[in-house]
């Protein structure tokens, strides 16, 4: 390997709720042409490995077996995400350095593995993600006005899951998008409002059904003393209606009050909440330069 390409990072990407390692193939793909790295996460309980559940993937699904049927997400804990991921970030390490960047839920992930492997990470990227600072974060509401969408549009595709011993996984027929224009209307808004149907369409048939809530827990929180060791990115996507740029903005300011010697660097896309699936070009502009 040249000299030049081991300095080049590799970027690592780490999904969001109910999404899995397809969701990063347009920034993958537009990176490549620029000659860089990069590699896309499957969590623990998602994509082409998770295989489940089964009645979600029939044509004609069985609603019955779709409220019964046990989750792959069974018993995953944030930490099964943290030590999968740092068990591909020690694996690339001698490739040169790692940036580590996710989007959505997926931010609680990136903050677990700085929290447990700090030196594996040259920067971690929030892109529009979770990122807790405040034990009061996990238990109590929090002081921004939230009008974000995505929590009345899902509450359309909800599957009353009874499958017992999961109580932090929740199930989602997106699929149902299809056949009912408003419940598609509701999440291309929430979602992806700056893409066209068809890319939406595609990108609805990409989505797992179950993700499990429960990883909102405290090992999901900053840690000081690993947080100061990694330089740390947020990407604000202005035009976001499913993590809102108030609630990303007070994120910001909460991690930035627990480590005000070592604030985040912050920059604005002008995307929706997965504009790394519709506009790629301008993430893979932005990365290259954090580079």
Same mark, same amino acid.
């Given at each position: 390997?040249?000299?030049?390409?081991?300095?080049?990072?590799?970027?690592?990407?780490?999904?969001?709720?109910?999404?899995?390692?397809?969701?990063?193939?347009?920034?993958?793909?537009?990176?490549?042409?620029?000659?860089?790295?990069?590699?896309?996460?499957?969590?623990?309980?998602?994509?082409?490995?998770?295989?489940?559940?089964?009645?979600?993937?029939?044509?004609?699904?069985?609603?019955?077996?779709?409220?019964?049927?046990?989750?792959?997400?069974?018993?995953?804990?944030?930490?099964?995400? &943290?030590?999968? %991921?740092?068990?591909?970030?020690? @694996?690339?390490?001698? !490739?040169?350095? $790692?940036? /580590? =960047?996710?989007?959505?839920?997926?931010?609680?992930?990136?903050?677990?593995?700085?929290?447990?492997?700090?030196?594996?990470?040259?920067?971690?990227?929030?892109?529009?993600?979770?990122?807790?600072?405040?034990?009061?974060?996990?238990?109590?509401?929090?002081?921004?006005?939230?009008?974000?969408?995505?929590?009345?549009?899902?509450?359309?595709?909800?599957?009353?899951?009874?499958?017992?011993?999961?109580?932090?996984?929740?199930?989602?027929?997106?699929?149902?998008?299809?056949?009912?224009?408003?419940?598609?209307?509701?999440?291309?808004?929430?979602?992806?409002?700056?893409?066209?149907?068809?890319?939406?369409?595609?990108?609805?048939?990409?989505?797992?059904?179950?993700?499990?809530?429960?990883?909102?827990?405290? &090992?999901?929180? %900053?840690?000081?003393?690993?947080? @100061?060791?990694?330089? !740390?990115?947020? $990407?604000? /996507? =202005?035009?976001?209606?499913?993590?809102?740029?108030?609630?990303?903005?007070?994120?910001?300011?909460?991690?930035?009050?627990?480590?005000?010697?070592?604030?985040?660097?912050?920059?604005?896309?002008?995307?929706?909440?997965?504009?790394?699936?519709?506009?790629?070009?301008?993430?893979?502009?932005?990365?290259?330069?954090?580079?």
């Amino acid at each position: 390997m040249r000299s030049d390409q081991r300095q080049r990072p590799t970027f690592v990407f780490v999904h969001g709720g109910s999404s899995n390692a397809r969701a990063w193939t347009p920034l993958r793909n537009e990176l490549a042409l620029r000659g860089h790295r990069s590699y896309a996460v499957d969590l623990p309980g998602h994509g082409d490995a998770a295989g489940g559940p089964a009645a979600y993937h029939h044509q004609t699904q069985d609603r019955t077996a779709l409220l019964h049927e046990t989750s792959p997400m069974h018993g995953v804990t944030l930490a099964d995400n &943290a030590e999968h %991921v740092v068990g591909v970030l020690r @694996r690339l390490a001698g !490739h040169g350095p $790692v940036v /580590l =960047a996710g989007n959505s839920l997926g931010g609680l992930t990136l903050t677990a593995v700085v929290n447990a492997a700090p030196d594996l990470v040259h920067r971690v990227v929030y892109l529009s993600a979770l990122c807790l600072a405040d034990p009061a974060q996990l238990t109590e509401p929090w002081d921004v006005v939230d009008d974000g969408l995505l929590e009345a549009a899902v509450a359309r595709i909800a599957v009353p899951y009874e499958a017992p011993g999961d109580p932090g996984v929740v199930r989602l027929d997106w699929r149902r998008a299809h056949t009912d224009p408003e419940a598609f209307a509701v999440l291309k808004e929430a979602v992806m409002a700056d893409a066209s149907d068809a890319l939406f369409r595609h990108f609805l048939d990409s989505l797992d059904a179950d993700e499990n809530h429960g990883v909102m827990e405290p &090992a999901a929180l %900053v840690r000081p003393e690993a947080w @100061r060791r990694v330089p !740390h990115t947020y $990407v604000r /996507l =202005a035009a976001d209606r499913s993590l809102t740029p108030a609630v990303q903005d007070f994120m910001i300011r909460k991690a930035d009050e627990l480590t005000p010697d070592h604030p985040f660097d912050v920059h604005t896309l002008p995307t929706s909440h997965v504009g790394y699936v519709s506009r790629p070009a301008l993430f893979a502009d932005l990365l290259t330069r954090l580079t």
